[in-house]
């Protein structure tokens, strides 16, 4: 290709700040289906983050309520009247617990994947640059990680954190450190990879040629450049992590609800009302966590796609003024081949 | 078939009609062809030249219609009265192969390397109906590409049809490459960049190749290429294009000998010529002698480790040279002679395992990188690809300071004025300090380069083909800094290239690599005009100069060297 347009560069570095911003510079770029995707991800991301930060507000009642002034909730409640979403088995309104539940899931999520992102880097970084036998061990060790299926190392952590029992920091960090150690080695590998690609370009070599000491060459050289994707594999993990928490509240190694709402053990404590008609105690917690999911699974896969120039949309070029395509048949053709609509 | 036949008689094989291609790209429409027209006739070697970004390539591609998705085209692209621009795909795929096939510049990417070469020859025979729409059978298309292969000078080819692409050698991959577009008996092959990665003893007998096939099967022939001597020596008639505009049209031999445009001229006196201005020019004998030795091999082995139970490669096999205090020292050879290996021992990026390199004093045998750093700031590096070479993420005032930083220390504002200056000397605004690598033109990149690799006043520079990758008007302009900068600052530099009019320009003394070892040394004016080795002479011969006449006559004279 001879155009001169291909030297890609991720984002203009002098625009402004907050047209630079990941998803920001991502909904500019975007066209067609693939904005669709975006902004629908984005939607109900937003949603669910604005739940998260204004629970407090948002609930009618506390997340282990069980009676206001007018005395007990009922138990098993339809929807309706006080209480909107009705009641569960145990008194507890299940609105205020889906909302507060959302709370609970994006701490354990920033948690998990900060503490996942920080070690996970560091690891990759240093295994890909020195390699040899320290190279060969954390590779052996994170694929070990990765052959045990991975809620049942996180049930394993959770039992070695907090014995099973749990407060709301204890449950969420129970949850946040086990679903870390399943994702480490995933930044792990990517980084890594990236580092070992990295450490073969020339700008690598031109600064060892200058005589740059290995943990300049780390920190100024190779870290900015090998941690491009990080956003992505952020936002496809943020997903991951809310399953695997509501995996394991499900399986009754979450939070008491006494100390937290939590989405996977509502739903495990709606499995009983199933048989007997009583739907709105699984319905709600679950679709909270779908579309919470979804919304982070297509904000993610959108981001993806937008960073790839090969599959990014674009919409069609203009002809030039007078050439034979710039008939009026012609331009309905353009505009109706607008890819991705 | 008898349709096309009849066609070929009478009007051009391929006729270009105010073509326009658009291409929509994040920083909006990019006219990548602008209006261009051109005709082919039959047996017509067609050259169309330019630097990069001239549209040259987009032109071949549209000829095929492999234009991406992104792009848009108007205009006519005639090919046996077919418009390749506005015909079906059913339709653009029986053009393809049959009427029109093409030849890619890296022989070793277009093959697949999992299927035999007879067998990817075959698919496209197999590909396109026999005689009466019938499927051609797999013997028969075996039996074709076997035909083929034989067409293009492979030898013994009932053998070779069954081989993987890995089982040849870089020009025989182009040979199969060219047996593969050959095998419908197309009446034009278009031919982006065919010689561009191969070797110069290798591309002669390319374009030996695809002359013989004009002569011989009268096909035409559309040649997309950067390379003067390669239109020199192969062209009937020559379209330069230029920012997606034709510039100038005409046959060979009038463009060379009196071109009309400016920027043809400009183009043309932009080539490199061999034993024009040489640097050696005059001398008899080795300059700076009296001077110390700032780099010296004796013997020198460089071995790359083999895989389990296959013996370690010698990529440098008992090579001795010395270099002084300010002298150009230019190091040619082909892929693989290991000249770059040498460059890299040097600058401390690959470990010498035999013989001894001495560099500023220090022996390179035992390396060890705590001892060697402070002598790394009296060694400047200039790598080959400066799009390559510098990080995306820092300033080129960054990266130029870089050097600075490591080694003294100094505040920000020292570090800016010596970066301003360094930009100024080799001819960039300092105010270039503040933008980004991409924001660089390959050229402009290649400056900041080698004011990176000059900022400690270093003592040695390292230059591993520093113009290859540039356009050839760049290359001039950039070549000619280097000459002003090196008499200036007065450092010794070992300059690496595979061209050899380009390292007479610059280099007083010229060594000759050749498969790992040093097989010629000399003043630059003594090898290039009276070699004494085989392989110099080789390759001296197989360089296509820029003038047809010229040309013509050293392919005579030199027809049975190459041949040997």
């Known amino acids: ?341 | 078939m008898t349709i096309n036949i009849d066609k070929r008689g009478t009007g051009p094989v391929l006729d270009i009609d105010h073509l326009k291609v658009t291409f929509a790209t994040d920083a909006g429409d990019v006219y990548a062809v602008k209006d261009v027209s051109l005709e082919v006739n039959q047996g017509e070697v067609v050259a169309i030249v330019g630097e990069s970004g001239s549209g040259k390539t987009v032109t071949a591609k549209t000829i095929l219609g492999l234009l991406p998705e992104t792009a848009i085209s108007s205009g006519a692209v005639l090919i046996n009265g077919n418009n390749v621009i506005s015909v079906s795909a059913s339709k653009l795929r029986q053009i393809r192969g049959r009427d029109v096939a093409m030849v890619f510049q890296e022989p070793s990417t277009a093959l697949n390397p999992v299927f035999t070469v007879g067998w990817q020859i075959a698919e496209g025979i197999r590909a396109h109906a026999g005689g009466e729409g019938k499927r051609v059978s797999a013997k028969e298309a075996k039996a074709r590409a076997i035909e083929a292969l034989r067409k293009v000078g492979i030898p013994d080819p009932e053998d070779r049809v069954d081989y993987y692409p890995h089982q040849f050698s870089g020009g025989q991959k182009q040979r199969v490459v060219i047996a593969a577009a050959l095998a419908l008996n197309p009446g034009l092959i278009v031919a982006d960049e065919p010689t561009t990665a191969l070797d110069v003893t290798v591309q002669a007998e390319i374009l030996q190749l695809l002359r013989d096939l004009r002569d011989k099967y009268g096909t035409s022939i559309v040649l997309i290429t950067h390379n003067m001597g390669v239109v020199a020596d192969l062209a009937d008639r020559v379209v330069v294009m230029y920012q997606g505009d034709v510039v100038e049209e005409a046959p060979a031999k009038v463009l060379f000998a009196e071109p009309k445009q400016g920027y043809t001229r400009k183009l043309l006196a932009a080539v490199p010529h061999l034993g024009r201005n040489s640097a050696s020019q005059g001398m008899t004998t080795r300059a700076h002698q009296d001077r110390k030795v700032l780099v010296e091999a004796k013997g020198l082995t460089i071995e790359y480790p083999g895989r389990l139970g296959s013996p370690s490669f010698k990529a440098v096999d008992g090579v001795s040279f010395t270099l002084s205090e300010g002298e150009v020292f230019g190091l040619v050879g082909e892929s693989g002679s290991g000249k770059t290996t040498i460059g890299r021992a040097i600058a401390g990026l690959n470990r010498t395992t035999g013989g001894s390199l001495k560099v500023l004093g220090y022996e390179m045998l035992n390396l060890k990188e705590r001892t060697f750093k402070p002598l790394r700031k009296e060694i400047g590096f200039v790598f080959q690809d400066p799009a390559a070479s510098f990080n995306p993420q820092l300033t080129i005032g960054d990266c130029v300071a870089e050097p600075l930083v490591i080694h003294s220390n100094p505040t920000p504002a020292q570090a800016r004025k010596r970066v301003g200056e360094l930009l100024e000397s080799v001819q960039l605004p300092a105010s270039y300090a503040d933008r980004f690598p991409h924001e660089l033109s390959g050229g402009q990149r290649q400056r900041a380069s080698l004011a990176r690799a000059l900022i400690l006043n270093p003592k040695l520079l390292i230059a591993d083909e520093p113009t290859s990758a540039l356009d050839v008007s760049v290359q001039a302009v950039v070549l000619e800094l280097f000459k002003d900068i090196q008499q200036e600052f007065g450092f010794a530099a070992l300059f690496i290239s595979h061209d050899l009019a380009v390292v007479d320009i610059l280099s007083h003394w010229v060594g000759v690599l050749y498969k790992g070892k040093l097989v010629e040394q000399g003043l630059g004016t003594q090898v290039m005009g009276d070699p004494q080795h085989d392989y110099t002479r080789r390759l001296i011969a197989s360089l296509p100069v820029p003038d047809p006449d010229e040309q013509a006559r050293r392919r005579e004279a030199n027809r049975s060297l190459l041949a040997g």
């Open chain 1, 1 to 341: 290709m001879t155009t001169p347009t291909t030297v890609e560069p991720t984002a203009d570095p002098r625009a402004s700040l907050i047209r630079r911003l990941p998803v920001i510079s991502h909904f500019n770029k975007s066209v067609g289906l693939q904005r669709g995707m975006l902004v629908a991800g984005l939607i109900l991301t937003g949603a669910f983050l604005l739940t998260a930060i204004f629970a407090p507000l948002l609930a009618p009642y506390g997340y282990s309520q069980l009676s206001d002034a007018d005395g007990n909730f009922p138990a098993q409640q339809a929807p309706g009247g006080k209480h909107l979403l009705g009641t569960t088995v145990g008194g507890y309104d299940v609105l205020s617990r889906v909302i507060w539940g959302s709370q609970t899931a994006i701490m354990v999520i920033v948690v998990a994947v900060l503490m996942s992102i920080f070690i996970g880097v560091i690891l990759g970084l240093v295994s890909g640059y020195i390699g040899g036998w320290l190279d060969r061990i954390l590779v052996v060790i994170a694929d070990a990680i990765y052959a045990f299926p991975s809620l049942l190392v996180a049930i394993v952590m959770a039992i070695v954190i907090s014995g099973g029992q749990s407060s709301l920091l204890g449950g969420i960090m129970a949850a946040a450190i086990s679903i870390t150690v399943v994702f480490i080695p995933q930044y792990f590998r990517v980084i890594r990879a990236e580092t070992i690609r990295l450490k073969a370009e020339p700008f690598v070599e031109s600064a060892k040629v200058v005589g740059a000491s290995n943990i300049r060459i780390m920190s100024r050289h190779i870290y900015k450049n090998a941690t491009r994707t990080l956003p992505l594999i952020f936002t496809l993990n943020a997903s991951e992590a809310i399953l695997t928490l509501a995996g394991l509240g499900f399986l009754g190694f979450g939070i008491e609800p006494s100390s937290a709402a939590e989405w996977g053990f509502d739903l495990k404590q709606a499995l009983a009302d199933t048989t007997s008609g009583i739907w709105w105690t699984g319905v709600f917690p679950g679709l909270a966590t779908v579309l919470t999911v979804v919304g982070l699974t297509l904000m993610g896969e959108s981001i993806n796609d937008l960073n790839d120039p090969r599959l990014r949309g674009r919409k069609k070029a203009a002809s030039g003024k007078g050439g034979p395509a710039s008939t009026a048949g012609t331009q309905a053709a353009l505009q109706a081949e607008v890819r991705g609509s």
